[in-house]
């Protein structure tokens, strides 16, 4: 696996920990990160996710609830919402890296971290705010032109 995904992974957990347990951030990644042995660059990585989805939230949160209006906020599962918060960040955040990879990247999260249904809905709500969040006009050239 490697050290981005572990990274993911890792902020995803920190995220729900904050979320239920109401943590420090610092304690919450401290944790993680001796617990799965992460590298350096893997736990800057993760404490950048979670730092910045911290930061970014009210944005972000704003983003979901505007794709989920069926969807009672409250009642989303909080392995799904702290994936798609991660996506959601990364696609504000790092405009470079492509928005496939990043959703790519959060069902495949989702299938591990969530229930047999999360990886679907996770792709559902993420398709739908990257439409809002990154038009077609935004992604680099090749989406665009439909090649990889």
């Known amino acids: 696996m490697g050290a981005r995904r572990k990274g993911r992974e890792t902020a995803l957990q920190a995220l729900y920990q904050l979320e239920t347990t ?58 799904d919402l702290s994936a798609i918060r991660i996506a959601v960040y990364e696609m504000m955040a790092t405009p470079e890296l492509p928005v496939e990879i990043i959703i790519d990247e959060a069902v495949e999260i989702a299938r591990k971290f969530g229930t047999a249904d999360s990886s679907k809905f996770v792709n559902g709500v993420l398709d739908s705010i990257a439409k809002r969040i990154r038009p077609i006009a935004d992604r680099v050239p090749s989406e665009r032109e439909g090649t990889s």
Request: charge should be negative; aromatic fraction near 10%; charged fraction near 35%.
């Open 22 to 79: 109401g943590d420090s951030v610092d304690r919450a990644l401290t944790d993680f990160a001796e617990s799965f042995e992460l590298s350096e660059p893997g736990v800057e990585f993760s404490w950048g996710l979670v730092r910045g989805v911290l930061e970014r939230r009210e944005s972000i949160d704003a983003e979901v609830e505007a794709v989920t209006a069926n969807w009672k906020f409250d009642r989303l599962s909080r392995i």
